[in-house]
């Protein structure tokens, strides 16, 4: 919340929705409780598979049917590396043997910004390693991550739920990635507001898959 503190907008948790909190919503629709899954992200990432009714298992563990992929964090007691080859080497085993896994990415981001002009490598883009090393043993691209977070409609459909299905003329969405943000308001059809301190810049637009309403070159232009 001191982010939003920062640029004096009045926010509270209640009001925030992230990306791993759509898990509850998925595990239900798709019939996932109490499958044992693998997952490579935060503690508060594995405490949302939890919630949603899965059951968090080692990334070595052979029994696991889900791969759930929240961000570039460490297993307790483990490098990022060894944690991402011993996930590495459990899809090849399974997918080898004919078993099948299902493969969640809650938000699609493959980077974001740490602060202006630097960023960091984020759970999108693993899942595109991991994607990668899957298409070994699914030549064809039969098998991917299932995306839940923009652009995708899951989080656009959860959050204009939370606030009651309001005149989409009185929303608008505020981002700073024309592929995840902008793109995602526009298949939802929202006006957007692109700040252009992220990922995104004003020469990206030319080449842009969807144009946002207003520009902003920052949340304190």
Same mark, same amino acid.
């Given at each position: 919340?001191?982010?939003?503190?920062?640029?004096?907008?009045?926010?509270?948790?209640?009001?925030?929705?992230?990306?791993?909190?759509?898990?509850?919503?998925?595990?239900?629709?798709?019939?996932?409780?109490?499958?044992?899954?693998?997952?490579?992200?935060?503690?508060?990432?594995?405490?949302?598979?939890? *919630? $949603?009714?899965?059951?968090? @298992?080692?990334?070595? =563990?052979?029994?696991?049917? %889900?791969? /759930?992929?929240?961000?570039?964090?460490?297993?307790?007691?483990?490098?990022?590396?060894?944690?991402?080859?011993?996930?590495?080497?459990?899809?090849?085993?399974?997918?080898?043997?004919?078993?099948?896994?299902?493969?969640?990415?809650?938000?699609?981001?493959?980077?974001?910004?740490?602060?202006?002009?630097?960023?960091?490598?984020?759970?999108?883009?693993?899942?595109?390693?991991?994607?990668?090393?899957?298409?070994?043993?699914?030549?064809?691209?039969?098998?991917?991550?299932?995306?839940?977070?923009?652009?995708?409609?899951?989080?656009? *459909? $959860?959050?204009?739920?939370? @606030?009651?299905?309001? =005149?989409?003329?009185?929303? %608008?969405? /505020?981002?700073?990635?024309?592929?995840?943000?902008?793109?995602?308001?526009?298949?939802?059809?929202?006006?957007?507001?692109?700040?252009?301190?992220?990922?995104?810049?004003?020469?990206?637009?030319?080449?842009?898959?969807?144009?946002?309403?207003?520009?902003?070159?920052?949340?304190?232009?």
């Amino acid at each position: 919340m001191a982010r939003y503190r920062d640029f004096g907008l009045p926010v509270t948790a209640d009001r925030v929705l992230t990306s791993g909190a759509l898990l509850g919503g998925y595990f239900e629709r798709e019939g996932l409780a109490g499958s044992r899954c693998v997952v490579l992200g935060t503690a508060e990432s594995r405490e949302y598979v939890r *919630d $949603a009714g899965g059951l968090v @298992v080692d990334p070595g =563990d052979d029994s696991a049917s %889900v791969c /759930v992929v929240c961000g570039v964090y460490n297993e307790p007691g483990a490098s990022f590396l060894d944690t991402v080859n011993r996930t590495i080497s459990l899809l090849l085993r399974r997918l080898g043997a004919g078993q099948p896994m299902r493969f969640i990415l809650p938000n699609p981001d493959v980077v974001y910004p740490t602060d202006v002009g630097t960023f960091a490598f984020t759970a999108g883009g693993l899942a595109a390693l991991l994607e990668a090393v899957i298409r070994l043993r699914d030549p064809d691209g039969l098998i991917r991550f299932e995306p839940l977070g923009k652009p995708y409609a899951p989080m656009f *459909d $959860a959050a204009l739920d939370r @606030v009651g299905h309001p =005149d989409p003329r009185r929303v %608008v969405m /505020v981002g700073d990635q024309l592929v995840t943000d902008v793109l995602g308001a526009s298949r939802a059809g929202l006006d957007s507001v692109l700040i252009e301190t992220g990922v995104s810049q004003r020469p990206d637009l030319e080449r842009a898959p969807a144009t946002p309403t207003w520009l902003l070159r920052s949340l304190l232009a």
